[in-house]
């Protein structure tokens, strides 16, 4: 089975670009989660979706991020512009509707701001 | 209150030793307590979990201790071998889609 796809794996940017994260959830799966991981701050949730409608977006942490699920089976999350402090891993994660569900993760995206 | 406090941030143990992480939280509404085990350039994966009506778990060289008074839970790995070398979350969540991740304990086993 396909688990959760993102890409790119790395982008590496200048400041002020945008920059635009895919994933593509399990087939199936019906919440979707984006985090992201820095050494700092460890891994905190930005923003998740239940059926493709946005659920909780208080870890989102300002207006240059916004994330979007058109569908079921993909969902996008842009900073637009970027800035250094922005540089981190970046994970999408699904899982199935309901209580104590397991999340499954990608590999993550490593984005780089110069 | 929504906090998962871990410790220690890392952790070196000898191949065969016991290797023990331990987290607490505050938030009573807490039902639900996974651990996550992430490898290098991997995404985290859910490795055993436990609900507050037991006190311990155990799946393989695998354990959570669960003290729902003191509001405490840890992981323990038996018999830690070099493949355990990893970086381990503990999580909380009330029942509904979120889960609340503790800031992570980076284990090296040394061989």
């Known amino acids: 089975d396909a688990g959760v796809i993102q890409s790119p794996r790395h982008e590496v940017t200048e400041m002020g670009q945008e920059v635009t994260l895919r994933c593509k959830p399990i087939s199936g799966h019906n919440s979707l989660f984006w985090y992201r991981q820095t050494m700092m701050r460890g891994l905190e949730l930005l923003i998740y979706f239940n059926n493709n409608v946005p659920i909780d977006d208080s870890g989102m942490p300002e207006d240059r991020f916004s994330a979007k699920m058109p569908n079921a089976s993909f969902s996008t999350l842009k900073i637009q512009p970027s800035e250094p402090r922005d540089s981190a891993v970046y994970f999408c994660?699904?899982?199935?509707?309901?209580?104590?569900?397991?999340?499954?993760f990608g590999d993550g995206t490593r984005l780089s701001i110069l | 209150q929504q906090q998962v406090k871990q410790s220690p941030q890392s952790l070196i143990v000898q191949k065969g030793g016991i290797s023990i992480i331990n987290c607490a939280y505050e938030n009573t509404a807490f039902d639900y307590f996974p651990w996550y085990q992430q490898f290098p350039g991997k995404g985290p994966a859910l490795l055993i979990a436990?609900?507050?009506?037991?006190s311990e778990k155990k799946e393989g060289r695998f354990t959570i201790s669960f003290n729902k008074s003191a509001k405490q839970f840890s992981l323990h790995i038996m018999d830690s071998q070099p493949g355990d070398s990893a970086t381990y979350f503990c999580?909380?969540?009330?029942?509904?889609?979120?889960?609340?991740f503790g800031k992570g304990t980076r284990l090296h086993i040394l061989p």
């Open positions: 999580a909380a969540s009330t029942g509904d889609d979120k889960i609340i």
């Open positions: 436990i609900r507050p009506d037991v």
């Open positions: 994660a699904s899982s199935l509707e309901g209580s104590n569900q397991p999340q499954h």
